[in-house]
């Protein structure tokens, strides 16, 4: 039974179990009331505006409450990724000095057997659920880049493909960001910290004493600045298989197009799987599946269920191959779409689509590009997140005894 059902029920059963002080409370840890809303906002199925109101039906909301600033990090991301483009795929500021990093992903990491308790386990719930809490998340991030000094790009290439959820801007920048590229200090994380955000009745599991990561934070940033690699525990771990990414599964072939002449076609594409609103004229709703994207960025089967399900109920048919192709059908037709920023799709249905709608948002996107989440947030919603002045530290890191203070945290 999949963690996540891909239909709209699903996300509105969700919704209806938010209860946001309680959101506030317990987030942080891996059993705390998340809202598992993460696939259905990521495809479509939800926008945020949708989601707060339905919220504020039920609860108060404020721009200052938790749930809404972690709403408003992903249109954070997606704000810095409308100015950037691919530029988000590549360092946004200089790694840690002088640390080269790999290219590749040693297989320890790959099959879960690294011998860290807390980082197998987070690869076995990543391959079994397509999803992964987003305390794991940061664990696995920080200990792939500053323990195995592997470059933050190939750990997101991996990540995203294996995520239900996965979204380049969400996911590549939260790389930058506990790398330290997109952030003014890298991020590093110890057992100790996973002992209190993993709780033992449910996640004793998780715990990781007298591993890699049982340090000082002190130890932990002096290792962090080495080219000097951790490596797997001693001894032998049993490895899991990684499930294959791939760029289309057997299965999904073309439908055959009917004459689309004098009809109005609604182009759907895999982030564009909510609900028709009420002024959406289309009279013919065609899924694209535009194979230049997903060659350069496969995703797992889980995913491909996930998306080529809701597409096959939303849709009368599905185009696969280049968009571009789709041009000769659709001449004497007016062709709509909603706006994406993903590379490939994008720029081919801006071409091609006679209108497209702008994505709805919770805040009205600033022109000028936000270097940071809290100079974004403070802009979009008025919410100052600075603080009083943390007491001098000593470090250039970002660990989670200060990060609360200076209110990097997330
Ligand atoms: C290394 C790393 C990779 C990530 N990759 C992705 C990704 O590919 N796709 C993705 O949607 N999120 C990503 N996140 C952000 C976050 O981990 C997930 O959005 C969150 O865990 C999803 O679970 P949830 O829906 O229960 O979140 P909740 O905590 O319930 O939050 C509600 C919603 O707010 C948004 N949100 C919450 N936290 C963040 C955040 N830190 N950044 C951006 N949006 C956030 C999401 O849309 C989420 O569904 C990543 C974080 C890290 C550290």
Not at 18 to 45: C, E, F, K, Q
Not at 104 to 126: C, F, K, M, S, Y
Not at 149 to 174: P, Q, T
Request: charged share 20%.
């Amino acid at each position: 039974m999949t963690m996540f059902p891909p239909n709209l029920q699903a996300a509105r059963t969700r919704l209806d179990a938010i209860r946001p002080a309680h959101y506030a409370n317990t987030r942080n840890a891996l059993d705390g009331a998340v809202t598992l809303l993460s696939p259905y906002i990521t495809h479509g199925m939800l926008t945020l505006p949708d989601a707060i109101n339905a919220i504020k039906r039920r609860h108060p909301l404020k721009p200052a409450d938790k749930l809404m600033m972690e709403f408003g990090w992903r249109e954070f991301f997606h704000h810095v990724w409308q100015h950037l483009g691919d530029g988000i795929l590549e360092d946004r500021g200089p790694a840690v000095s002088p640390v080269e990093y790999a290219q590749t992903l040693p297989d320890d990491i790959r099959q879960g057997a690294t011998g860290v308790p807390v980082i197998d386990e987070a690869v076995r719930t990543l391959y079994a659920t397509g999803y992964l809490h987003n305390h794991a998340r940061m664990w696995l991030a920080s200990y792939v880049v500053h323990l195995r000094k592997v470059h933050w790009r190939v750990g997101a290439d991996w990540l995203y493909g294996h995520l239900i959820d996965g979204d380049l801007a969400s996911n590549h920048l939260s790389w930058q960001w506990v790398a330290g590229t997109f952030s003014n200090k890298p991020y590093l994380f110890n057992a100790e910290n996973v002992a209190r955000y993993a709780p033992v009745a449910t996640h004793a599991q998780w715990h990781s004493p007298g591993t890699a990561v049982d340090q000082d934070y002190e130890v932990l940033e002096a290792l962090a600045k080495t080219t000097e690699q951790v490596g797997p525990e001693p001894g032998n771990h049993p490895a899991c298989i990684e499930p294959a990414l791939i760029e289309l599964p057997p299965d999904c072939i073309s439908s055959t197009l009917p004459a689309l002449k004098r009809r109005v076609v609604e182009l759907v594409h895999p982030w564009n799987l909510g609900e028709d609103t009420e002024s959406n004229s289309a009279d013919f709703r065609l899924g694209v599946i535009h194979l230049p994207f997903h060659h350069r960025f496969p995703w797992s089967a889980a995913r491909w269920n996930f998306v080529l399900t809701r597409m096959r109920e939303r849709c009368h048919g599905i185009f696969v191959g280049d968009i571009k192709d789709l041009t000769p059908h659709l001449v004497d037709s007016q062709t709509q779409t909603l706006a994406t920023l993903n590379p490939g799709y994008a720029e081919s249905l801006q071409e091609l689509a006679d209108e497209v709608r702008p994505d709805r948002k919770m805040f009205s996107e600033p022109e000028e590009l936000c270097p940071s989440f809290s100079q974004f947030y403070a802009k979009v919603s008025g919410v100052s997140l600075t603080r009083k002045p943390p007491p001098k530290i000593n470090t250039k890191f970002n660990t989670h005894k200060q990060g609360r203070r200076n209110g990097a945290r997330r």
